[in-house]
């Protein structure tokens, strides 16, 4: 199983822009499909963006969409969240989720579709 570690959350204003990471160790993460979810206080953890593990495919949430962008470094096992003109509330603590596939192109959107979760990092947004 991978172990994964989230890093570059911090306090920003709003319009600021953020990088996370997350570093995948244990395993190489070629072939798992990545995620990024957050989870603001109170409130259910969602989906924010999804990667296949060959790239090909991404997705973000309606509500970060032109805004934050995912992407990946195989050979880094390494894969980030740039986070631009973010707002309020995008104040959340941020998790990077893995799982394994064998389809290159599949990425995921579902809590219960990831086998591994980083412990997050905290992302605050003040007005």
């Known amino acids: 199983q991978v172990q994964l570690v989230e890093s570059g959350g911090g306090l920003v204003q709003a319009g600021g822009s953020l990088r996370l990471s997350c570093a995948a160790s244990?395993?190489?993460?070629?072939?798992?499909?990545i995620s990024w979810f957050r989870q603001a206080p109170g409130k259910e953890r969602e989906f924010v963006a999804g990667?296949?593990?060959?790239?090909?495919?991404?997705y973000c949430a309606d509500s970060v969409k032109d805004r934050f962008t995912i992407s990946r470094d195989n050979t880094k096992n390494t894969v980030y969240l740039q986070m631009n003109s973010l707002k309020p509330e995008d104040t959340a603590v941020y998790y990077c989720?893995?799982?394994?596939?064998?389809?290159?192109?599949?990425?995921?959107?579902?809590?219960?579709?990831?086998?591994?979760w980083g412990q997050g990092t905290q992302v605050t947004v003040s007005s």
């Open positions: 990667i296949s593990w060959s790239a090909v495919n991404t």
């Open positions: 989720a893995a799982r394994y596939t064998s389809y290159s192109e599949n990425f995921y959107h579902t809590k219960t579709d990831f086998d591994s």
């Open positions: 244990g395993r190489t993460i070629s072939h798992y499909a």
